[in-house]
């Protein structure tokens, strides 16, 4: 009889081992696949935030209120210097009918900084002949700035655009860099 119950502790002992050694691999299991799934998550969010910020630079590009065009046809990817000047300065500008102007782009364009900038070549004045303007884009211009202060991440696009001057009936080449905020 010692000996049957030797034996039943024995087996009791060893199923309790096994079951000890499964809820373990379990619980190992259990954490990677947590793991797993986080990354798998955050992966998402980023290819979401870089689409968010790609519909936002096409939003930009064909903005109307910037793009060139002639006799009527828009230009691909241009940007008119002096539709830049007017929309910069009506968005800067505190009068009432301007500040609806400004909020409505603030509502559309929210956590999002854009900033132009002009490369090649830059245009000035010659010092010969004191009536000739000079219309370039500052070295970096913020057009609209509606950057939170407290952001958790920030994905930034660059696009080139070519920027085109109606006062010389010249074109230039820059960029538009576009930051959005998470």
């Not at 797993?36 to 590009?61: N, P, R, W, Y």
């Not at 301007?98 to 490369?119: A, M, R, T």
């Not at 070549?121 to 000079?134: I, L």
């Amino acid at each position: 009889m010692k000996l049957l119950t030797r034996k039943s502790q024995l087996k009791i002992g060893e199923t309790i081992f096994v079951l000890m050694i499964f809820f373990i691999l379990v619980t190992i299991g259990a954490v990677f696949y947590v793991k797993i799934q986080s990354i798998s998550a955050g992966d998402e969010q980023k290819k979401q935030l870089e689409l968010h910020t790609l519909k936002i630079a096409q939003q930009v590009k064909s903005l109307p209120e910037l793009i060139c065009t002639q006799a009527a046809i828009e230009e691909f990817d241009c940007i008119d210097k002096l539709k830049f000047e007017a929309f910069k300065s009506r968005l800067e500008d505190t009068s009432d009918k301007s500040k609806k102007f400004k909020q409505y782009y603030d509502n559309i364009f929210l956590n999002v900084k854009i900033s132009i900038k002009e490369v090649y070549p830059t245009y000035t004045a010659s010092s010969e002949n004191s009536e000739e303007v000079d219309t370039t884009i500052e070295k970096k211009d913020n057009l609209f700035d509606n950057m939170l202060k407290n952001v958790k991440s920030i994905n930034s696009m660059f696009l080139p655009i070519t920027f085109y001057d109606p006062i010389t009936n010249q074109y230039s080449f820059g960029y538009i860099r576009i930051e959005v905020a998470k």
